[in-house]
């Protein structure tokens, strides 16, 4: 069982079955997992997007300059990471968001030292805003944070039950990879995670779990060390 981890969320896990912000019955369903693998005095990290609120900045030929949008992502994630450090508290985990943005008002600026002391004292953190700069992911954004608090892996919730040779959705022939490299998930450019992430991650030895965020209990058993969906590993 790992000590410290670094969950990422999708934004669209937020949303639901709705598609589009937030639903509240699967934000409380993901802070009651989250609360069940805390009681096991795992310190946990998450990092969640903002797809649910805003994506891309791009429709039908007009855009958005690609700055603008991307600060109006970061924005949106700290929403979200607003929404479960509310969720997460009224279920009895007390939790910290800490932004790369600064909103003094409404949550603690990201400082290193800060977010290891917060998970040494049992709390939750929600780390918002990305990396707090444009033209990087969320994705980017957890691998980054795995790799400054000293994460013992970075787990990936998704749609799917882990990584696969193509959508399993449009392919019903696709393959299910158990375990992959770095360099394989970069070289077969699988789209799970943006190169950036995968490349910090193999770089700075972290390993990756990808798991189905919609199987009942799976939150709970990435968190708590289970062998589930693929592994990514150097």
């Not at 780390?127 to 000293?150: K, Q, V």
């Amino acid at each position: 069982m790992p000590a410290r981890v670094i969950l990422k969320l999708s934004g669209e896990s937020l949303a639901g079955d709705t598609g589009w912000g937030i639903d509240l019955k699967s934000l409380f369903n993901i802070a009651q997992e989250i609360k069940e693998a805390h009681s096991h005095n795992i310190q946990i990290g998450v990092v969640v997007g903002g797809g649910n609120i805003w994506r891309g900045g791009r429709d039908k030929g007009l855009h958005l300059d690609r700055v603008i949008a991307d600060n109006m992502g970061m924005l949106a994630t700290i929403i979200n990471a607003l929404a479960l450090q509310d969720a997460c508290e009224q279920v009895g985990v007390h939790t910290r968001v800490l932004s790369a943005v600064e909103v003094s008002k409404v949550s603690e600026p990201f400082i290193r030292r800060r977010a290891i002391r917060h998970m040494e004292k049992g709390r939750l953190i929600i780390f918002a805003a990305g990396t707090g700069n444009p033209y990087f992911s969320t994705d980017t954004a957890a691998a980054l944070r795995a790799i400054e608090i000293n994460a013992e892996i970075l787990l990936k919730a998704t749609q799917v039950d882990g990584i696969y040779s193509d959508d399993p959705r449009k392919n019903k022939s696709a393959e299910l990879y158990h375990t992959l490299t770095f360099q394989e998930a970069i070289e077969k450019k699988l789209k799970i995670m943006d190169t950036s992430a995968l490349a910090l991650c193999q770089e700075n030895k972290i390993p990756v779990r990808v798991f189905n965020l919609h199987e009942p209990g799976s939150i709970t058993k990435a968190i708590c060390g289970e062998k589930l969906g693929t592994l990514l590993t150097i």
